[in-house]
């Protein structure tokens, strides 16, 4: 919209259906609700509370990195210390558990510790039969890979990945 020869009269108008069009792309491209890429510092101290319920580590000890990948992502936790042979022990054990529970599409864990409304858990359940998830351990903690030949559900562990990120704050990493 060229508001260089715009009328004075009409300036209010032209303000007001810019400022509607940038709500409502927010509001649909999910920013403005948060819902996806920022949390709050109130919310990350929820989810740290949540997820040490859930989580046998301490998240304080270690590193969560979500590296979203054109056919899926790396889910990477590892210690900081990699010599803390008992936090490395709990990362592996954790998320060999959880690749075996993600394989059948049961992510309760994510649920309890993100909310049954974290953005695009739910097309994660019922696409977990095209999605191979994959555990792995590593010297310093573990990682499970996610890989899809669906386009619809690398953009939905993306959009997890991001949501993720944003909740566990300074606890979390992005590739």
Sequence with gaps: M???????????????????AYLTVMVLGGTASGSEGSSTAAQQAEVTARGAQVMPFDLEQTLH????????????????????????????AHLQEEAAKFQRGD???????????????AALKTGAGQIEIQYLPLPDGAQIRYTTKAPTL???????????????GRHALGH
């Design 2 to 20: 060229n508001m260089t020869n715009m009328h004075p009269r009409n300036l209010p108008t032209a303000l007001l259906l810019a400022v509607s």
């Design 65 to 92: 990195i979500f590296q979203s990948l054109d056919d899926g992502g790396l889910q990477t936790v590892t210690a900081k210390d990699p010599a803390n042979r008992e936090q490395i022990a709990l990362i592996q």
């Design 107 to 121: 992510f309760s864990d994510p649920a309890k510790i993100h909310g049954e409304e974290m953005p695009r858990l």
């Design 154 to 168: 690398v953009m939905a562990i993306h959009h997890w990945f991001m949501a993720q990120r944003a909740d566990h």
